[in-house]
């Protein structure tokens, strides 16, 4: 049931591997941007925000913090055959009720995974990498508290030109549906991604947005603004605003639309998904 989604990232990744490959020595250039990376490196971003709801009253209870911690570790100094490198990597996002009086966390999202990374040079020399990956994500909870999901993930990100990166990313979902009914409809099936450099070094934007399974309904959407008030530093502060569903599991079924600010720690390179 799961072929109608997997087949165009079949068809991507016959397409990158056939005919948007150039020369075997920009292959090596292009490895030689994962290998300029330590081996453990940044993944995902790394974030402190604290923030209030929009679309209800804002209290002690519906302000909140959320954090991420995200990195990765390659597994290998050199290529796999296909030029593949070999990764694990970690994500975990927290919900802190730090306003209310006994400051509860009220969810925490586990997310580990492998993942195959591809490098590459489209034409017109766009570093682009191709990534396949295995991923679990869940709250570690139990009971009807309980709320996991895994998936088989296909991606594609390009640095399409110095100040746009984009990015398609789009996952077969593996659910059980009597812990978690209708958590494929709120996850769906894939994800679109896009950063501006507003000014290289300084300013820059980002957008996240994930397609739920209903015609309009579900999904979600997340933008945020970074500066970084250090040029030689690698960290920003960050206005990000997300509405919609799924911003953390265990309430997967509610829309949310919070606006928080913080500081965000970034990939020095571009993300490989």
Known sequence: ???????????????????????????????????????????????????????????????????????????????????????????????????????????????????????????????????????HESNGRDSIYSRTWNMLAFSLKSQISPRWTVGIRGWIPFVDNEDNPGLTKYVGYGEASATYQIKPGRWSADVLFRKGSGLINYGSLQTQVNWKPYKNENYYITLQWFVGYTESLIDYQEHKSMLRLGFTIKPENMGIF
Do not use: C
Not at 36 to 61: A, C, M, Q, W
Not at 114 to 123: N, T
Not at 124 to 133: E, K, N, Q, V, W
């Open 1 to 135: 049931m799961y072929f109608k989604y997997l087949l165009p990232f079949i068809i991507l990744f016959s397409i990158t591997a056939n005919s948007q490959i150039v020369e075997e020595k920009k292959n090596f250039r292009a490895a030689d941007s994962l290998l300029k990376e330590h081996s453990f490196s940044v993944h995902r971003d790394n974030y402190f925000l604290t923030g209030v709801p929009l679309n209800e009253p804002i209290t002690r209870n519906s302000a909140d913090v959320k954090y991420q911690i995200s990195f990765k570790q390659r597994l290998t100094g050199k290529p796999w055959v296909g030029g593949f490198f070999p990764y694990l990597m970690y994500t975990q996002k927290a919900f802190w009720d730090i306003y209310a009086s006994s400051k509860p966390f009220s969810e925490i999202n586990f997310n580990p995974g492998v993942a195959i990374v591809r490098p590459f040079y489209l034409k017109g020399g766009r570093l682009t990498y191709a990534t396949i990956s295995f991923e």
